[in-house]
């Protein structure tokens, strides 16, 4: 059995072939800094961070259907021989079933949104507001164009300065949890920027997204504070007229924490306390992830389908499992 990161080709075999949980975010696993628990003889990969005495495992096994049960429990039993807590997140819906019937503690942590791409339109009063705000970025000079990142990365790192500054002091880059550029994963994602004259001055890279609902997911974006408003909205744009016109399905925004909360969502055994800590979070947890202005974001394309996720604790649900997430993120 094996904790140490693995080859790229097999991660992306494993994201694009073992879709059987649908997670639209499964190309996050080939993320620079994951492992991937691997066991001989068995297919598939648990990919996860190590973050102090905890593996902080992202999605569900990538397995075959056959495999996936064998090694989840290859995983958990590798965490309790090591002494190690286990921590889930980002599980979909048949993710979060296999982990309760282990004896884990999982709860609903938040939701994906995406919108199904065939039937899209920006016309109608309903995108009003969105449709003002991209003509006001395009009469302020604002250009759209797809690009090769890799011609491009001193120019993303530029923007990405100022905008992590923005921020406020102290605040670090975040990920695991969110997308990336770079690495031998960057020859599979799509990368759009905005201009204005010959300046950068924002970005929305996106990657594949396989299974029931493939497309692409809006998985990373900044742009430099200040300047035109409409900015994010008009490379989004762009980006969708291209995707539609390739014949792509879908366009996934990602995951939103402490978003689409529901009763119905929760799983038989799950934390009332941690369920009313996701809602405190949604409504007072500006600090901790500004998920209301993400989610305010999203709402501007009318998503058309909320996809819940999970949070699986091997044990009772706790705020040092919870906080650990946020540790494997770079979030401190």
């Keep these: 059995m094996d904790e140490s990161p693995t080859?790229?080709?097999?991660?992306?075999?494993a994201v694009q072939t073992y879709t059987v949980a649908?997670?639209?975010?499964?190309?996050?696993?080939?993320?620079?800094g994951n492992s991937a628990f691997t066991a001989p003889g068995v297919e598939g990969v648990v990919v996860h961070r190590r973050a102090g005495r905890y593996l902080v495992q992202f999605g569900g096994p990538f397995a075959p259907a056959d495999a996936y049960d064998d090694l989840l429990d290859l995983f958990q039993a590798y965490a309790r021989e090591r002494g190690l807590r286990w921590v889930g997140v980002q599980l979909q819906r048949s993710d979060a079933e296999a982990h309760a019937r282990r004896g884990l503690t999982v709860n609903q942590i938040g939701a994906s949104w995406a919108i199904e791409l065939e039937n899209f339109t920006l016309r109608g009063?309903?995108?009003?507001?969105?449709?003002?705000?991209?003509?006001?970025?395009?009469?302020?000079?604002?250009?759209?164009?797809?690009?090769?990142?890799?011609?491009?990365?001193d120019a993303?790192?530029?923007i990405d300065r100022p905008w992590l500054n923005s921020k406020g002091d102290g605040s670090r880059p975040l990920e695991f949890l969110v997308g990336e550029y770079g690495g031998p994963?960057?020859?599979h994602r799509r990368?759009?920027?905005?201009?204005?004259?010959?300046?950068?001055?924002?970005?929305?890279s996106y990657s594949p997204v396989f299974g029931s609902r493939a497309g692409w997911m809006h998985d990373l974006s900044r742009r430099v504070p200040g300047g035109?408003?409409?900015?994010?909205?008009?490379i989004n744009a762009h980006a969708v007229d291209v995707f539609r016109g390739e014949g792509a399905d879908w366009l996934h925004f990602g995951f939103t924490p402490f978003t689409g909360l529901a009763p119905v969502n929760e799983l038989p055994g799950h934390s009332m306390a941690f369920r009313w800590f996701m809602q405190y979070l949604w409504a007072e947890g500006a600090a901790v992830y500004p998920a209301q202005t993400q989610l305010a974001y999203k709402e501007k394309w009318a998503p058309t389908t909320a996809i819940p996720e999970y949070v699986a604790f091997d044990g009772p649900a706790s705020l040092a499992g919870f906080a650990h997430i946020f540790r494997a993120c770079n979030a401190f």
């Design 7 to 13: 080859t790229h080709d097999y991660l992306l075999h």
């Design 22 to 32: 649908d997670n639209p975010s499964a190309f996050l696993a080939l993320n620079t």
């Design 125 to 153: 009063t309903r995108f009003m507001q969105l449709r003002n705000k991209i003509s006001r970025a395009m009469r302020n000079g604002l250009r759209v164009e797809e690009v090769d990142a890799e011609n491009w990365y």
């Design 156 to 158: 993303l790192r530029a």
């Design 185 to 187: 994963a960057q020859k």
């Design 191 to 204: 990368l759009f920027m905005g201009f204005i004259g010959d300046q950068p001055v924002g970005y929305i």
């Design 228 to 234: 035109s408003p409409g900015i994010m909205e008009a």
